[in-house]
């Protein structure tokens, strides 16, 4: 997915018991969830937003799923009435009533109303973190048949042909590289070109280039202590050698500059080399979101 969940690094598929653990462990931790999704509001804010008891109504031009969703972070009351808003809002929207449903979603009855109603459960994302000082201890290591790159985040001369480069703002290339795998950069750039202009955190942008070529990107924001990881992609002629990796230590880098001392990330379940390379680097699963759609004749489906 594209701009919110970390999906396509271009590593080589693995073995299940290799990938980050494909359910998350109980009890969730409330606390964290609620402050890992507070972050990742600021880091994807939306273009429009209306307050509707504890629910957050996002629109963001198509741009992506949670920037075109319900986040559905405090009570509403009369749950059948809030459902009927919501659908008001996505359809003068042109988009489907959609609502980000995670384990601290309230009303607590909110997945039985949305059942009822006829919203369908999507893209099942994964909310991981780690600690930042062992991702960049583990990508220093590097896996077996890479070149560790350099201190200060980008590869030794001619090592393996990487290059990473740090960008303050977004680009025309960088844009073009992410075009080429997420459909959030690709059909909806004006929408997600807004987002981008309403960050109010630190955000920095890093484009890999491989023997002369842009292969790869990423997308980080520091918030406090945070690092996020985002929009990571890499073009399907690179992939499996080592250009994600280099993207992860140029932002791991950066980061750290900035002050961060914890990495956060989202990863789609089905995203198994994604979660390959994310277990590898010490990622363990907080939490697990979905989307919850009702389609309807009279509204298509928001891309991303």
Excluded: K
Aim: net charge negative.
């Amino acid at each position: 997915m594209a701009a919110e969940p970390v999906g396509d690094p271009g590593q080589p598929a693995a073995a299940p018991d290799a990938l980050v653990a494909p359910t998350v462990g109980e009890p969730v931790d409330n606390d964290l969830s609620r402050e890992l999704e507070d972050l990742a509001h600021r880091a994807w804010p939306p273009l429009r937003e209306r307050r509707l008891g504890g629910w957050v109504l996002r629109e963001s031009a198509g741009s992506s799923r949670r920037g075109n969703s319900v986040w559905a972070r405090g009570d509403v009351g009369d749950i059948a009435g809030a459902l009927n808003a919501v659908g008001e809002f996505y359809a003068t929207a042109g988009l489907p009533p959609t609502l980000q449903i995670t384990p601290v979603s309230l009303p607590a009855d909110i997945h039985e109303a949305l059942d009822v109603a006829g919203f369908d459960d999507t893209g099942p994302t994964d909310v991981c973190v780690a600690d930042l000082e062992e991702i960049r201890e583990r990508l220093a290591a590097g896996p077996t048949g890479h070149v560790p790159v350099g201190a200060g985040g980008s590869p030794p001369a001619g090592a393996d042909g990487h290059r990473a480069i740090l960008l303050d703002t977004v680009g025309d290339v960088w844009l073009d590289v992410a075009g080429q795998v997420l459909a959030t950069f690709a059909g909806q750039r004006a929408g997600t070109l807004g987002v981008l202009a309403n960050l109010t955190v630190p955000a920095a942008y890093v484009l890999c280039v491989l023997d002369g070529v842009p292969v790869a990107v990423g997308r980080g924001t520091v918030d406090g202590d945070w690092l996020g990881i985002y929009s990571m992609a890499t073009v399907p002629a690179a992939r499996g050698r080592g250009a994600a990796r280099a993207v992860l230590t140029r932002l791991a880098a950066w980061a750290a500059e900035a002050g961060a001392s914890r990495a956060y990330l989202q990863v789609e379940q089905t995203s198994t080399a994604a979660r390959q390379l994310y277990a590898a680097l010490g990622f363990r699963p907080v939490y697990r979101y979905s989307y919850r759609r009702l389609h309807t004749a009279a509204t298509p489906g928001a891309s991303g």
